[in-house]
C-alpha cells in the first residue's frame, strides 16, 4: 500500500496540474488521498485541500495530512508544532484541528506579507553603477 501511495505521489510531483491533485483529494480510493495529503507535504503547499483531508473518513488519510502539515510548518517556518487530529478523534476534534491548523498557516502567511511591504517601504542605499564610482575616484572623492 505505502509503494502505491508513493508512486501516486510522485507522479503528483511530476505532473503537478491541480486537476490531478483535485482528482486525487476527491477519490474514491483512500490511497489517492493519502497521497495527495504526501504531494501537499512534499510541495509545502498549506492549501484548503490539504485541511479538508485533516477531516477525512479514513485513519490513514487523516494522519497523512496531519504529517504533511507538520511537515510543511517545519519546512517553512523552522517549528515543530502539531494540532492534530489524534488517531482516535471524534467529528468536532478533527474539525477544531483543521481550524488551528488553518489559523496557523494563515497567520504565518500574513506576518510574511507584512515582512516584506515593510521591507519594501524602508528605503533603500542608492545604487552606484560602476562607471559613477570611478568617475568619483578620478575626482578624488572616496566611497564609504
Keep these: 500500500m505505502v509503494r502505491f501511495c508513493r508512486k501516486v505521489c510522485d507522479g503528483l510531483r511530476q505532473d503537478k496540474e491541480s486537476e490531478m491533485v483535485e ?3 476527491n477519490s474514491k480510493d483512500f490511497r489517492h488521498r493519502l497521497a495527495a495529503a504526501w504531494y501537499y507535504g512534499h510541495e509545502v503547499k498549506p ?3 490539504l485541511f479538508k483531508l485533516l ?3 479514513n485513519l490513514w488519510v487523516r494522519m497523512g495530512a496531519r504529517e504533511a502539515c507538520e511537515h510543511i510548518a517545519c519546512i517553512k517556518y523552522g517549528k515543530t508544532v502539531d494540532f492534530g487530529p489524534a488517531s482516535n478523534a471524534d467529528v468536532s476534534e478533527q474539525a477544531d484541528a483543521r481550524g488551528l491548523w488553518e ?3 494563515n497567520t504565518r502567511e500574513k506576518k510574511a506579507k ?3 511591504e ?3 517601504l524602508k528605503p ?3 545604487k552606484r553603477s560602476v562607471a559613477d564610482i570611478l568617475e568619483f ?4 572623492i572616496k566611497e564609504k
Design 55 to 57: 477531516c477525512d473518513e
Design 103 to 105: 489559523l496557523y498557516f
Design 47 to 49: 492549501e484548503e485541500n
Design 118 to 120: 515593510e521591507e519594501k
Design 23 to 25: 482528482a486525487a483529494v
Design 124 to 126: 533603500q542605499p542608492e
Design 114 to 116: 507584512q515582512a516584506k
Design 137 to 140: 575616484e578620478k575626482i578624488g
